[in-house]
């Protein structure tokens, strides 16, 4: 798990990312034919930068949540 930089606490599960905002959670996946979703469903690690970038380590990629567009690269 990591905290970013505008306070919403990430989760790594088996079944996508979480997003905790300290009352509901958001839960990203992959989308099958978007090229700005997660890389694979199966997330073992994330880290978050000093610029609010979420990174993404999965089964199949590194994925990267862009801090302002909110859009996977």
Known sequence: M???ADGFMWFA???GLNRFDGST???FKTSAGKSN???SNFVQKIF???A???WVSSR???SKLDAKS???I
């Open 60 to 62: 199949d990629g590194l």
């Open 13 to 15: 599960t088996s079944d």
């Open 2 to 4: 990591t905290q970013d």
């Open 25 to 27: 959670f958001k839960v």
């Open 37 to 39: 979703g997660l890389s």
């Open 48 to 50: 978050s930068d000093r």
């Open 70 to 72: 909110r859009w996977f």
């Open 52 to 54: 609010g970038n979420v």
